[in-house]
């Protein structure tokens, strides 16, 4: 199984702050990581797939960058409601596994 | 707008069967994998399985020997059943539509929509 660990586990940022979030996995993954955003009370969103695709309706400001291993989420200037859990996930194998979520709060 | 709509028992003893259905609206079953994931309470997600539209299906193998996901593509519905459930069981359950370890780049392989979630409690 692979494992995906993100860090940080909590980002406290203001509004407008730019935001980094690392996804990495135990092993490769190749291109088939996503990202997705959950508020409290709401289900998982799609945010981007296969690295760097942002998906329907996704705001520019939401960016996904990497390879093999080691993968980030960016936003480049945070809204008040970009404040939630963001989960990566890889689908390269099975089972497909989730990342344990990084949480940005407002500072 | 594709839309899903999940539906089942959300409270049961220990030793009995989760039951969940999960319908699919304004969208096509074929051509996508069909998926279950939970999430316990202020926990993260898991990935229990998968179905596509031929029927094939794949487990996480922490829950392989106790779990059985089929589909009905005729009311473009998919259910879930996990036996012998415990306190462990207890999360919110979603349906998803994606899936499938899949070597080519695409949306339709990564869980988008998502349904309501339904929370299954499992208590004595």
């Known amino acids: 199984e692979i494992v995906l660990t993100q860090s940080p586990a909590t980002l406290s940022l203001s509004p407008g702050e730019r935001a980094t979030l690392s996804c990495r996995a135990s092993q490769s993954v190749r291109s088939y990581l996503g990202w997705y955003q959950q508020k409290p009370g709401q289900t998982p969103r799609l945010l981007i797939y296969?690295?760097?695709n942002r998906a329907t309706g996704v705001p520019a400001r939401f960016s996904g960058s990497g390879s093999g291993t080691d993968f980030t989420l960016t936003i480049s200037s945070l809204e008040p409601e970009d404040f939630a859990v963001y989960y990566c996930?890889?689908?390269?194998?099975?089972?497909?596994?989730f990342g344990q979520g990084t949480k940005v709060e407002i500072k | 707008q594709v839309q899903l709509q999940q539906w089942g028992a959300g409270l049961l003893k220990p030793s009995e069967t989760l039951s969940l259905t999960c319908a699919l609206y304004?969208?096509?079953?074929?051509?996508?994998?069909w998926t279950w994931i939970r999430q316990p309470p202020g926990k993260g997600l898991e990935w229990i399985g998968e179905?596509?539209?031929?029927?094939?299906?794949n487990y996480n193998p922490s829950l392989k020997s106790r779990v059985t996901i089929s589909a009905d593509t005729s009311k473009n519905h998919f259910s879930l059943n996990l036996n012998s459930v415990t306190a462990a069981d207890t999360a919110l359950y979603y349906c998803?539509?994606?899936?499938?370890?899949?070597?080519?780049?695409?949306?339709?392989?990564?869980?988008?929509?998502w349904g309501q979630g339904t929370l299954v409690t499992v208590s004595s």
């Open positions: 304004g969208g096509s079953f074929s051509g996508y994998y």
């Open positions: 998803a539509r994606g899936g499938g370890v899949v070597i080519v780049p695409g949306s339709i392989y990564w869980f988008d929509p």
């Open positions: 179905i596509n539209d031929s029927g094939i299906t």
């Open positions: 296969d690295v760097s």
């Open positions: 996930q890889q689908r390269n194998s099975w089972p497909q596994t």
